[in-house]
């Protein structure tokens, strides 16, 4: 995968995760804006990942119907995207990091 399609799907991630409304409770979502599913996430783990999980993660899930699976950032994400196959549809890596996924 190359530097500008990670990119690519970086900013699209961002996008789609700050256009989800802003509502406080699930009943104000319209049905026809909840989905199914799953997305899976590669995290940092430990306490980064516990603050991403009660400040995104959860309202996400409760708002929107779409399951989070959380997965450790690691290598195996770096061969999975090279290879094409991409184990996580969502990374948080550090800046530096996205260069070596070319």
Do not use: H, Y
């Amino acid at each position: 995968m190359s530097n500008r399609i990670a990119s690519a799907l970086a900013v699209c991630a961002a996008i789609l995760l700050s256009g989800l409304p802003t509502a406080t409770r699930a009943e104000e979502i319209p049905e026809n804006l909840k989905g199914t599913g799953e997305v899976v996430v590669a995290t940092a783990g430990g306490a980064f990942e516990e603050a991403q999980k009660k400040a995104w993660f959860e309202p996400f899930e409760r708002d929107t119907g779409i399951k989070v699976i959380t997965i450790p950032s690691s290598a195996k994400l770096l061969a999975s995207a090279k290879l094409g196959q991409p184990e996580a549809d969502i990374s948080n890596i550090n800046g530096g990091e996205g260069t070596n996924m070319g």
